[in-house]
């Protein structure tokens, strides 16, 4: 790692030595920046630079950093109980969140099952997929199906259904579960060759599970509500449980509150995370419908789901998610959403004919240039840096998904920082 300059704070220098970081060859990558504060759009260098935040940290405050209505619930809760165990004992926000998101999710998706990060809201829904084959007498129907592009996660059973280029299964070969992975039917020769799939495999699988409208981390490509239609009609037709990730488009990010909503493609399991506490607390929730809950509902005590992480349901984290709820409720959200997809279709189109750009796209409040090659991603972020923004490319990705709350002149300063550097 380069040598750090003096006027580095001393807590990085002590810590930097320590400090594993992420996707990162520690090696070669440049320091990270040191933030002291977040406020609004914004986040505060130790230097005394601020940058104007397009990404969210990682997609996650939809409210802007530190919105006051979130910060008195959570002081609020913190008083009275910060956590307490899941297991044999309630309380109030988590029973409230899980009411409120039976509420406003599209049909009968109404039992929640909380944990604290996507990857593990992703494997518990694999898990509630195969014990439901399990639970109702289907042996042997325990694989997965998902698509060239999707990112899961992380953990060993949610990188088996990432996209197998991108992803790490040739690193861990041999290590990881084989899938099914295909394209997804975006026209009617993949639409073909899915069905070809499900016709030889139909019968080792429990469940098709996809990204709705836009696969994020795999390189931010949208497809159209036409493809999840087909989706649905196809598990429909092998007897498949179909499973949206929801956790990069839930919560207004493609416009709608929800993309299984916009789309009216209802799933049979539902993930949710990053957005879901407006970005303060890590939580997660796997949704089943009642078909799925109703097979584990049974006089069996081995018919239970048996999972159970220790910080389930925290309440801290749950009274953040109910007080970002009532922002969706309160403030005009989805409007703002709608407003930053026209603004970012006006002022990312002038790159499209810069030298290098392949692609311009915009959904909802995610917008995207693809460059031709993978971008120097050392560079570009000083150049960001530089020019007073926090934009973190991926491969030949450069992008916004800002905070939903974010200024017409703050995103004006993300979109003419990516025209300018890239020209
Ligand atoms: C981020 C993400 C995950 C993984 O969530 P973590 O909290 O990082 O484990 C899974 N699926 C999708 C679609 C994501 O965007």
Same mark, same amino acid.
């Given at each position: 790692m380069a040598p750090q300059k003096p006027s580095e704070p001393d807590w990085l220098t002590r810590g930097l030595e320590h400090v594993w970081l992420p996707y990162a060859q520690m090696k070669l990558a440049p320091l990270p920046a040191p933030v002291v504060a977040t406020r609004g759009s914004q986040i505060m260098l130790a230097d005394g630079r601020k940058l104007v935040d397009g990404v969210a940290s990682w997609w996650t405050a939809c409210h802007g950093y530190n919105h006051p209505h979130i910060a008195e619930s959570l002081r609020k809760q913190l008083e009275r109980m910060p956590h307490v165990m899941f297991g044999g004992l309630a309380h109030e926000p988590a029973y409230e969140l899980a009411a409120r998101l039976a509420k406003i999710l599209p049909g009968n998706l109404d039992r929640v099952f909380y944990s604290e990060s996507g990857s593990v809201a992703v494997e518990v829904a694999m898990k509630m997929a195969i014990q439901y084959r399990l639970n109702t007498g &289907?042996?042997? @129907?325990s694989k997965i199906l998902s698509f060239r592009g999707a990112y899961h996660g992380d953990t060993l059973a949610t990188m088996a259904v990432c996209d197998p280029e991108e992803g790490m299964h040739s690193l861990f070969r041999g290590v990881l579960p084989e899938q099914i992975i295909a394209d997804l039917p975006r026209d009617d020769e993949s639409h073909a060759a899915l069905r070809a799939v499900l016709e030889r495999h139909g019968r080792e699988l429990t469940a098709i599970l996809v990204e709705p409208l836009v696969q994020g981390a795999g390189g931010m490509v949208f497809h159209s509500a036409l493809v999840l239609q087909r989706l649905r009609k196809l598990a429909d037709e092998f007897d498949l449980l179909l499973i949206f990730d929801e956790i990069f488009t839930g919560f207004g990010r493609t416009g709608g509150m929800f993309a299984c909503a916009s789309s009216g493609v209802l799933p049979d399991i539902i993930t949710l995370s990053k957005a879901l506490t407006g970005g303060t607390l890590p939580l997660a929730a796997t949704v089943a419908s009642s078909l799925v809950f109703d097979a584990f509902?049974?006089? @069996? +005590? &081995?018919?239970? !789901?048996?999972h159970g992480p220790t910080f389930m349901g925290n309440p801290l984290a749950c009274a953040a998610a109910n007080a970002s709820l009532d922002l969706f409720e309160r403030e005009p959200r989805l409007e703002q959403a709608t407003a930053i997809a026209k603004q970012l279709a006006r002022e990312l189109e +002038?790159? @499209?004919? !810069?030298?290098?750009?392949r692609d311009v796209r915009v959904m909802g409040a995610i917008g995207v240039v693809e460059l031709d090659s993978p971008a120097e991603r050392g560079a570009l972020m000083k150049a960001f840096i530089d020019r007073g923004v926090w934009i973190r490319p991926f491969g030949r990705i450069v992008y916004l998904t800002p905070a939903l709350t974010i200024r017409p002149d703050e995103l004006t300063t993300l979109t003419s920082a990516i025209c300018d550097a890239l020209a």
């Amino acid at each position: 790692m380069a040598p750090q300059k003096p006027s580095e704070p001393d807590w990085l220098t002590r810590g930097l030595e320590h400090v594993w970081l992420p996707y990162a060859q520690m090696k070669l990558a440049p320091l990270p920046a040191p933030v002291v504060a977040t406020r609004g759009s914004q986040i505060m260098l130790a230097d005394g630079r601020k940058l104007v935040d397009g990404v969210a940290s990682w997609w996650t405050a939809c409210h802007g950093y530190n919105h006051p209505h979130i910060a008195e619930s959570l002081r609020k809760q913190l008083e009275r109980m910060p956590h307490v165990m899941f297991g044999g004992l309630a309380h109030e926000p988590a029973y409230e969140l899980a009411a409120r998101l039976a509420k406003i999710l599209p049909g009968n998706l109404d039992r929640v099952f909380y944990s604290e990060s996507g990857s593990v809201a992703v494997e518990v829904a694999m898990k509630m997929a195969i014990q439901y084959r399990l639970n109702t007498g &289907e042996r042997g @129907r325990s694989k997965i199906l998902s698509f060239r592009g999707a990112y899961h996660g992380d953990t060993l059973a949610t990188m088996a259904v990432c996209d197998p280029e991108e992803g790490m299964h040739s690193l861990f070969r041999g290590v990881l579960p084989e899938q099914i992975i295909a394209d997804l039917p975006r026209d009617d020769e993949s639409h073909a060759a899915l069905r070809a799939v499900l016709e030889r495999h139909g019968r080792e699988l429990t469940a098709i599970l996809v990204e709705p409208l836009v696969q994020g981390a795999g390189g931010m490509v949208f497809h159209s509500a036409l493809v999840l239609q087909r989706l649905r009609k196809l598990a429909d037709e092998f007897d498949l449980l179909l499973i949206f990730d929801e956790i990069f488009t839930g919560f207004g990010r493609t416009g709608g509150m929800f993309a299984c909503a916009s789309s009216g493609v209802l799933p049979d399991i539902i993930t949710l995370s990053k957005a879901l506490t407006g970005g303060t607390l890590p939580l997660a929730a796997t949704v089943a419908s009642s078909l799925v809950f109703d097979a584990f509902w049974s006089d @069996r +005590p &081995e018919d239970a !789901l048996m999972h159970g992480p220790t910080f389930m349901g925290n309440p801290l984290a749950c009274a953040a998610a109910n007080a970002s709820l009532d922002l969706f409720e309160r403030e005009p959200r989805l409007e703002q959403a709608t407003a930053i997809a026209k603004q970012l279709a006006r002022e990312l189109e +002038p790159c @499209r004919t !810069l030298k290098g750009v392949r692609d311009v796209r915009v959904m909802g409040a995610i917008g995207v240039v693809e460059l031709d090659s993978p971008a120097e991603r050392g560079a570009l972020m000083k150049a960001f840096i530089d020019r007073g923004v926090w934009i973190r490319p991926f491969g030949r990705i450069v992008y916004l998904t800002p905070a939903l709350t974010i200024r017409p002149d703050e995103l004006t300063t993300l979109t003419s920082a990516i025209c300018d550097a890239l020209a």
